[in-house]
Structure formats: structure tokens, C-alpha cells
């Protein structure tokens, strides 16, 4: 079994909104990433979490705040967006330990308006 | 910085041909790759991964790593018009995250 669930699957939020993605695994695996992909990019990376410990951030900016309750469970906290935040945000797990296959959820088609 | 380069396309080949879709990357320490392909609209979905130098075969899927050249390839027999997708390819990054490349569209004509 390889899934990995998101929800909501779509979202649609104002600039002064605040929302949380949620994404869930079940397969043990010890690391946990969001991704953000705009029409015909790739996946960009945001946040890492490996073993339930936040291992990068690759400089994304402070309105949106990760979270790892457990080592199932990843959030992504949306405050104050942009219309430019506008992308499909995916969470992918591995499991970790030198093993890197990563496993996508279906993803959160995110509208900012 | 990793990079890894795709020619984006769009290679269209007719039904029951062979595709073939190449990839080159600059780290010469990189040591995983893999393939993902992305419907329209959907999320990517791991289709091959390859660790060895040679040929790794999956059904209608053939990954192919040449560390030497740092070109990996997959290829895809009998081609059918499911197969019409965005291929993407990967490395790991030094955080265990994937660096992808930007994508290469692939259009099966019946």
C-alpha cells in the first residue's frame, strides 16, 4: 500500500483567510515533504520533516507554517496568502533511512483570491 | 546545485512505438534516480526508480543509468495513448528531497 492522503482537495481562500492542509500516511515512513507545483513546473520543494523534525526549509516565506504532529500526520498552515500563492501543494513521505522513493498524495489545488 | 536537465518536449510517437525519454544530470556523486509521471492535473505517480548503472526493466518500463555519461533514460515499449502524460525525472537532493527536472510531454497518436 502507497497511498498518501490530502485533504481538502480543492480550496479556495481570501488574502485574509487563515486554512490548513492536511496530509496523512500510513505506510511508516519516517519522512514527510510539501511540495508546491505551478501550471507546467515541477514539483518545487518546501518543508522537510524527517523522523517528526523539520530538516529544511528552502527559504519558502512565513505565511505558510508546517507542522508535524506525528509521523503520520503533516499540516500546512496558510495565513495571509498571495494570488501568487496559487499552485497545487503536494505531500509526498519516504521512508527514510537512505531508502528516497517518494510517494504523492493527489494533491490540494489552493485558489487565493 | 543539483540540476537535471529533460528536453520538454512534446515527443509524440504513434501507438506501439518505443519511447524513449533521456535525462541529464550535473551532480556526478548522484547515486537515485526515478521517473514519475504526472497526468494533467493529477499528482505525479512513481512509475521506475534506478540505483545501478545498466537497464532496469518493469513491464512495458525500461530505466537506464549511465553514471559515466550521467544520463539516465527510460523507455517505454508498446506505447499506448494512456501513456500520454508529463514524464518527470528525479535525483535526491542532500535533504533526501527530489530534484526534478522540468518535464518531458509525451503524446501516444492512436
Known amino acids: 500500500d502507497t497511498e498518501v492522503t490530502q485533504t481538502p482537495k480543492h480550496l479556495v481562500m481570501g488574502m485574509t483567510n487563515k486554512k490548513s492542509l492536511k496530509c496523512e500516511q500510513h505506510m511508516g515512513h519516517r519522512a514527510m515533504y510539501w511540495y508546491k507545483q505551478k501550471a507546467k513546473k515541477p514539483p518545487e520543494l518546501m518543508f522537510v520533516y524527517s523522523y517528526e523534525k523539520l530538516s529544511i526549509n528552502e527559504s519558502v516565506p512565513s505565511r505558510f507554517s508546517p507542522e508535524c504532529p506525528n509521523s503520520s500526520l503533516l499540516n500546512l498552515h496558510l495565513h495571509a496568502l498571495q494570488p501568487e500563492d496559487s499552485a497545487l501543494y503536494l505531500c509526498?513521505?519516504?521512508?527514510?533511512?537512505?531508502?528516497?522513493?517518494?510517494?504523492f498524495g493527489p494533491g490540494t489545488r489552493l485558489t487565493v483570491t | 546545485q543539483k540540476e537535471v536537465e529533460q528536453n520538454s518536449g512534446p515527443l509524440s510517437v504513434p501507438e506501439g512505438a518505443i519511447a524513449s525519454l533521456n535525462c541529464t544530470y550535473s551532480?556526478?556523486?548522484?547515486?537515485?534516480f526515478f521517473w514519475y509521471r504526472q497526468y494533467s492535473g493529477k499528482s505525479p505517480e512513481l512509475i521506475m526508480f534506478i540505483y545501478s548503472n545498466g537497464d532496469k526493466e518493469d513491464g512495458r518500463f525500461t530505466a537506464q543509468l549511465n553514471k559515466a555519461s550521467q544520463y539516465v533514460s527510460l523507455l517505454i515499449r508498446d506505447s499506448q495513448p494512456s501513456d500520454s502524460a508529463t514524464y518527470l525525472c528525479?535525483?535526491?537532493?542532500?535533504?533526501?528531497?527530489?530534484?526534478f527536472g522540468k518535464g518531458t510531454k509525451l503524446s501516444v497518436k492512436p
Open positions: 528525479a535525483c535526491v537532493g542532500s535533504q533526501g528531497n527530489l530534484i
Open positions: 509526498a513521505s519516504s521512508q527514510g533511512g537512505g531508502i528516497y522513493e517518494q510517494y
Open positions: 551532480d556526478r556523486g548522484s547515486q537515485s
